[in-house]
């Protein structure tokens, strides 16, 4: 079977050869021979990096590590690059809200903007509540300020029924800007804080207890 990946070692036919050391500085143009062995020296391998140049680069590295680290940033690329959806925040079944309760549903939203997803806010009007839909419209206009630091929004509060939402996507520059504040101040983000993990699995709980309350699906 036809070897895959940068030629190494014994496979690299041309001479003279580019260096780059064992440490990643130049080493300038040697033969390719005197390369191989440094390599062998050290229990290294020499790596073919520019096989168009000319003279070619190569490089000592350790191949099976290398290959070990980038798998790795593959790995962290991709978990980075995960699809972005649509979550749902819910504040309740009416205005009638704790505090606590909102800042809880906020922290929920935050870990949300800050794993890449965009978010709606959705607040339930009850019986009377809807003659005082300007309440509605402040808690989201508060709602929108908290969560400035992460997001933007991309859905201006609206009506649907019952329902008040406010769609937020996440800001990347903003996020970036917040994950070095909290950073340099020795804390955790969000979507690394355990407690969030916890609020949220209370919250998921007491979601689907008001929706089988409720006849929701």
């Given at each position: 079977m036809?070897?895959t990946?940068p030629r190494?070692n014994?496979r690299?036919?041309?001479?003279p050869?580019?260096?780059?050391?064992?440490n990643g500085e130049?080493a300038g143009?040697v033969?390719?021979?005197?390369?191989?062995r440094?390599?062998?020296?050290?229990?290294?391998d020499l790596?073919?990096?520019?096989?168009d140049?000319r003279?070619p680069?190569?490089?000592?590295?350790?191949y099976?590590?290398?290959k070990?680290?980038?798998?790795k940033k593959?790995?962290?690329?991709k978990?980075k690059?995960?699809?972005?959806?649509?979550k749902?925040?819910?504040l309740g079944?009416?205005m009638?809200?704790d505090?606590?309760?909102?800042?809880?549903?906020?922290?929920?939203?935050r870990?949300f903007?800050?794993e890449g997803h965009?978010v709606q806010i959705v607040?339930?009007?009850?019986?009377?509540?809807m003659?005082?839909r300007?309440?509605?419209?402040?808690?989201?206009?508060?709602?929108i300020a908290?969560?400035?630091e992460?997001?933007k929004v991309e859905t201006?509060?609206?009506m649907?029924g019952?329902?008040m939402?406010?769609?937020?996507?996440?800001?990347?520059?903003?996020?970036?800007?917040?994950?070095?504040k909290?950073e340099?101040?020795g804390k955790a983000?969000?979507e690394?804080?355990p407690?969030v993990?916890?609020?949220?699995e209370?919250?998921?709980?007491a979601?689907a207890?008001?929706?089988?309350d409720?006849?929701?699906e």
């Amino acid at each position: 079977m036809r070897p895959t990946g940068p030629r190494m070692n014994e496979r690299i036919r041309i001479s003279p050869i580019r260096l780059i050391d064992e440490n990643g500085e130049q080493a300038g143009v040697v033969e390719t021979q005197d390369a191989l062995r440094r390599a062998r020296d050290l229990g290294m391998d020499l790596v073919e990096m520019a096989a168009d140049s000319r003279p070619p680069v190569c490089r000592i590295m350790d191949y099976g590590r290398y290959k070990y680290e980038q798998s790795k940033k593959e790995k962290a690329n991709k978990a980075k690059s995960k699809v972005s959806e649509l979550k749902e925040v819910r504040l309740g079944r009416s205005m009638k809200i704790d505090p606590h309760d909102i800042a809880i549903r906020m922290r929920q939203a935050r870990k949300f903007l800050l794993e890449g997803h965009k978010v709606q806010i959705v607040q339930q009007f009850r019986g009377r509540e809807m003659a005082h839909r300007e309440r509605g419209n402040e808690r989201m206009r508060d709602i929108i300020a908290q969560l400035e630091e992460l997001g933007k929004v991309e859905t201006e509060p609206r009506m649907a029924g019952r329902r008040m939402s406010v769609i937020i996507g996440p800001d990347k520059r903003k996020i970036d800007t917040y994950r070095r504040k909290m950073e340099a101040e020795g804390k955790a983000t969000e979507e690394n804080d355990p407690e969030v993990a916890k609020e949220a699995e209370a919250v998921a709980a007491a979601d689907a207890a008001e929706a089988t309350d409720s006849g929701e699906e």
